[in-house]
Each structure stands twice: as C-alpha cells, then as structure tokens.
C-alpha cells in the first residue's frame, strides 16, 4: 500500500468514524426531546432566559441598553449550548463504555468529540431561533438583513466554543465531581468577560482573559452586521484564532487525560 | 423531625454537585453587577442582589430539593419507606425544606459581593421583617418544590420540565422588574403567585424611611401557605397512587 492510500484510507476511517458518531449524537438527543418538550420546554426557557436579561436592560432606562444585552445573550445561548459535552462526556465513564472505546481500533477523542456534536447543532438552532424571536419582541436587536450572516458567525462561535468545551471535558473526564462547577462557572465567566451584557473589558488582566475566550470577537462581528455594517473580518480572524487555539488545547487535553485514566484504571463507575 | 433533617443534610454534604447550585449560582450576580456599574445604577445593588438571591433559591429548589424523592427512587429506598410505618411524606416534606434553606445564606453573599467586590452602597431597611419575608419565601420555595417533586415521579423526562421551570419562573416572579411592568395577562397570573410578592415585599423594605408593607406581606403570607398547602395534598396523592402501583417506579 504506497503511502498515499494509507492516507486516503486513514482519513475514510475517520470520516466514518465521524458519521458514527453523528448518528449515536442524534439519536442521545432524540432521547432527551420530543418536538412537544423542545419547544414547550427548552425553546420557551430559552428565549425567556434573553427576555430575563433583557429585562436587566430595561432597569437601566438606557436606550440600546435592552437590544444590546437581548443579542448579547441571544447570540452566547449557541456557544454556552455546547458546555453540555462537558457533562455527557462523563457518561461514557458511568455507562462503562469508555473502556471499550479505548480498547478499541477506533480514535477515543474523534468519537468523544463527534458524540457531543449535538450540542453544537442544538446550540446554534436555538440561537437562531431566539435571535429570530428578538429581532421581534425587542425592535433595535437585529437587523433582518444580517440573520443570514450571523447565521455564518455564530456556526463559528458555537464550534470554537465547543472546542473550549472539549478542553473542559478532559477536565471533568479526571474528575466527574467537577462538571456541574466547570460549567457553571465557564458560563459566569463568559457572560462577564465576553462582551454579552455590556463592552467587553479592553485592558488589564480581565481583559486579556476576554481576548482568549470563545464569543469575544466573534459576538463582536455579530453585532457589527446586526447593526447593518459589513462583515469585520479582523474580528472573525480572531475568532478562528482562539477556535484553533481551543483545538489544541482540547487535542492535548483528551489525550493526556485518556492516557492517565488507563494507567490509573479510572475508567468507569464514576 | 430534627433526625430527618440531620440526615438529609449529612447525606446532601457528601456530594459536593448537589450543592453546585448553591455555590455558583449567586455569581450569577456579578454578572448582574458588571451591568449596573457600566450603566452607572449602582443604586440598584440591593435591589439587583435582592433578584440573584430569589433566582438561586428557586434553582436549588428546583434541582436539587425537587429531586430528593427522585433520588429515593433512584436508589431503590423509595419503596421500602413507604412501606415503614414513619410518615414518609412528612419526612420528605422536611428534607425539601431544609435543603432549600441552605439557600437562604445566598442573599448575604449577593449583598457582600456588591458592598466589598464592586464598592456598591448597600442600603438595608427593615431587617427583622426582611428576616421574616425571608422566611416566607423559602416556606413557599420549598412548597413550590414539592409540586415539582410529583412531577418527578409521575413524568419521564422531567429534567426538560426542571429547565422550563426556571427563566419563564424568573420573569413571573418579577426578579429584576416588578411583575407590575408584565403584560396584562401575565400581571394577573404573576399576581397568584407567592414569588411575585416575595420580590415587591423584599425590595420595598430596603426603603429607608418608607413606610412597612405590612398588606403585601399579609398576601405574601396567605399565597405561601396556599403554595405549602398544595404542594404536600399534591405530593401526598401522588405518593397514595404509587403505594397502589398506580406509577411505574423503574424504567
């Protein structure tokens, strides 16, 4: 076999690999809603969490100050969706199945990753969605003509937060009682730094920690087309950069975390 | 009763996520508190505080109080209580209730992050009615808790219906905006329900010099002994309909 097919077949493995994963995904998520529950339940708790914020807004008697913190948080549902992997990755200890994806011919960490791909998708639906019900409820939010590009946008927030999310799961994959503070902490931390609710910090220690996370330019560029201007690009660049830079993160991560789990043998029953 | 208490609070320490809720959810309020420094409204800290803290005793209500009797059935007691001739209901009534109070130290944490975090004036009226509002509201939180403990056990998939049950119960209940400023048909339902009150009466006696909302706590008083009410006759029937193996307990 010359090295060329080996490539090709390694990367067709990977692509089915993907696709497995992208089912069992769809199927995890099949079993959490009916299409009665997602809207009735998470879709209404959704837009009433940005109604909730918005109302924040409202209390400062600031004109734009509701608009601004209703696309904020609009805009952050799609990539805080994606923090969910840092819970389901734990599952595969306490269902005992991550033994026997280690063992496996199968990459642990494409399978880990592509399992979780529904938050991504459920992240961004949702996002739309409710960026849709503002542009609605709350005039000033979104410029109709932008949705399509935020759209574009916000498919990158929700994967580079997601890589983030990947880098958490390592995390909380060592240590299952950490999950539900990883998460919630993340969250506070994104809404405070990111620029959601009011102009991200531009200096000093908070503010370099806002430049490396998710959301932080990316929601920036969404609120450049929401307001009709054109596409800033510098701005997405930044985006991708940090996205790359969580890749990398959740690569090294997932990997010395699967490693120290096998020679430890914690690997189930969390 | 005591014994139910110490119990459930030796068993609810031991596993540091159940009491997530409760650590991470007041910083919810610096997030707040970031938005009212930008805006300049650092008048409104003991007000926003006041909203953090009712938020973070709903959702620990909710997540974690909810679920005791989720958790019995989970691990296989909830039959063999019934089954004991000790008022289980009564027991479980009581640990709902004393896991939500755990929640009541939040609204300091919430004032002392605005005074110490952000330098914010904290201004407190009335505090021994503040202390009984307090109260109030964590007896009715808790009842709340009990009506979403029957949904527990009745419905699969009841964690969709703990989600819902947290934002939509936010904006009900009036938690930054008084429930005043709701759309008409909201208003009235808002008016109903023992949180809308608890936030009004809260807020108002941080009022120096305003005069006590003695009226509002009168309603407050009569909606959480309507909420406790219903809550434990709902749990108690629910309960009756499992003895009679009218609910599958297990998957």
Redesign the interface.
């Known amino acids: 076999m010359t090295s060329q097919e080996r490539t090709s077949a390694r990367l067709s493995a990977a692509a089915r690999q993907i696709g497995y994963g992208v089912i069992s995904s769809y199927h995890d998520y099949r079993a959490?809603?009916?299409w009665r529950?997602w809207v009735?339940?998470?879709l209404?708790?959704?837009t009433?969490?940005v109604?909730?914020f918005a109302?924040?807004?409202?209390?400062?008697a600031?004109p734009g100050?509701e608009a601004y913190?209703a696309l904020g948080n609009a805009a952050v549902l799609g990539p805080l969706g994606t923090l969910g992997v840092v819970s389901s990755s734990v599952g595969e200890r306490r269902s005992g199945t991550l033994q026997y994806l280690l063992v496996s011919r199968a990459n642990p960490l494409l399978v880990i990753a592509s399992r979780g791909l529904y938050w991504v998708a459920d992240g961004i639906i949702t996002s739309c969605a409710v960026l849709t019900i503002m542009s609605v409820l709350i005039p000033g939010t979104v410029h109709s003509g932008a949705l399509p590009g935020i759209l574009a946008i916000e498919v990158l927030l929700a994967l580079c937060a997601y890589a983030m999310s990947l880098a958490l799961a390592s995390l909380s994959l060592r240590r299952p009682?950490s999950?539900?503070?990883l998460t919630?902490?993340t969250t506070?931390i994104i809404?405070?730094l990111a620029g959601v609710?009011?102009?991200p910090p531009a200096g000093g220690p908070w503010g370099v920690i806002g430049q490396l996370l998710p959301v932080r330019h990316g929601l920036q560029a969404i609120r450049e087309l929401a307001a009709g201007r054109p596409l800033p690009v510098g701005l997405v660049a930044g985006e991708l950069a940090v996205a790359l830079g969580w890749a990398v993160l959740a690569y090294t991560g997932l990997t010395l975390t699967l490693r120290r789990n096998t020679r430890s043998g914690a690997l189930s029953l969390s | 009763m005591l014994v139910y208490a110490r119990t459930h609070l030796t068993l609810l320490f031991r596993d540091p996520n159940l009491l997530a809720p409760l650590a991470v959810l007041p910083l919810y309020c610096v997030v707040f508190f970031t938005v009212l420094r930008h805006h300049h409204h650092e008048e409104l800290a003991t007000q926003t505080a006041i909203g953090a803290f009712l938020m973070s005793m709903w959702a620990h209500a909710v997540f974690v109080a909810a679920e005791v009797v989720d958790d019995d059935r989970h691990e296989g007691t909830l039959e063999p209580s019934m089954l004991t001739p000790g008022a289980y209901t009564a027991a479980l009534s009581v640990r709902v209730f004393s896991t939500t109070a755990l929640a009541i130290p939040v609204l300091a944490e919430a004032l002392l992050i605005a005074r110490f975090a952000f330098g914010f004036p904290v201004t407190l009226g009335s505090v021994p009615l503040s202390l009984v509002t307090v109260v109030l509201t964590t007896v009715g939180v808790a009842g709340a808790a009990l009506l979403v403990s029957c949904l527990m056990v009745l419905v699969r998939g009841a964690r969709t219906l703990q989600n819902a049950l947290t934002y939509p119960v936010y904006l009900l209940g009036g938690l930054i905006l008084p429930a005043s400023t709701l759309p008409e048909p909201l208003r009235w339902i808002a008016r109903g329900f023992f949180l809308s009150w608890s936030a009004d009466v809260l807020r108002a006696l941080q009022v120096a010099g305003a005069p006590a909302p003695l009226g509002s706590l009168g309603v407050l008083t009569v909606l959480v002994a309507a909420q406790v009410l219903v809550g434990f006759l709902a749990l108690r029937r629910v309960l009756t309909t499992v003895r009679a193996g009218g609910v599958s307990l297990y998957d």
């Open positions: 959490m809603f009916t529950s009735g339940g998470w209404l708790r959704l009433c969490q109604l909730f109302t924040l807004g409202k209390l400062m600031d100050a913190i009682g999950r539900m503070y919630a902490s506070i809404l405070a609710n009011t102009p």
